[in-house]
């Protein structure tokens, strides 16, 4: 089993920046993949970026690329999600997600994460 809580959310104005993190607990050695998800009120969920935890292979949606990063400290089990110039279209709640399978589809969507956190709220005020 695997336990993801997400932190970082808040307010911030347009064009400014967030970081988001992740802190994962549990079986996490067995993580393979890890993602960010998004999703705003009225819409479906949606992916923001995914990356393999083993290094060197990252996916941003077409909306985030060049303004977001997602990164992972290694030794603190813990994934990143820095956020610059944001958007008001930014405003979701942020889900933390990861998979423990050898091999997923890339990219990954919603259903290739088994475990999920409870997420934390971005609102970006124009």
């Known amino acids: 089993q695997v336990q993801l809580e997400e932190s970082g959310g808040g307010s911030v104005q347009a064009g400014g920046s967030l970081r988001l993190s992740c802190a994962a607990s549990?079986?996490?050695?067995?993580?393979?993949?890890m993602g960010w998800f998004r999703q705003a009120p009225g819409k479906e969920r949606e992916g923001v970026a995914a990356?393999?935890?083993?290094?060197?292979?990252?996916s941003y949606a077409d909306s985030v690329k060049g303004r977001f990063t997602i990164s992972q400290d290694v030794a603190k089990n813990t994934l990143y999600l820095h956020m610059n110039s944001l958007k008001s279209e930014d405003t979701a709640m942020y889900y933390c997600?990861?998979?423990?399978?050898?091999?997923?589809?890339?990219?990954?969507?919603?259903?290739?994460?088994?475990?999920w956190g409870q997420g934390t709220q971005v609102t970006v005020s124009s």
């Open positions: 997600a990861a998979d423990l399978r050898r091999f997923i589809r890339w990219p990954p969507g919603i259903a290739d994460f088994g475990y």
């Open positions: 549990g079986y996490t050695v067995s993580i393979y993949y």
């Open positions: 990356t393999y935890t083993g290094g060197g292979v990252t």
